[in-house]
């Protein structure tokens, strides 16, 4: 399964009951150079939509909301020293790694075609 994309930019890349969470190419775009990322803690348990950090770049500071139910596996540590990651590949500068919980909801999350088409609108 490919990335999936919420309304607020967020993308969820799932692989069997694990998935990666970062933001999309439009997110960092909009946002500029990315300067500091704050990531939740292992272990940290979220609900879809919920707010789990917060990206500032020089023009803006913005929520990460949460694509899909889960408990925080791992944060991608490379960003807290290089934000800038996230603005030279964001599809590749994945924040967190989660445990997805049972039954995965991506009723509300838009595939690639979708996600071109909302950006247009």
Known sequence: MGELFSLTHEWVRISGDTAEI???????????????????????QFDAKQEFGAIESVKAASELLMPIKGTVIAINEA?????EMINTNPLKAWL???????PVDVAHLLDAAAYEQLKKE
Request: proline letters at 6%.
């Open 79 to 83: 960003l807290i020293d290089h934000p």
């Open 22 to 44: 970062g933001i999309s190419d439009f997110a960092q775009h909009s946002l500029g150079d990315v300067v500091f990322v704050d990531l939740p803690r292992v272990g940290d």
């Open 96 to 102: 967190i790694k989660i445990k997805v919980a049972q």
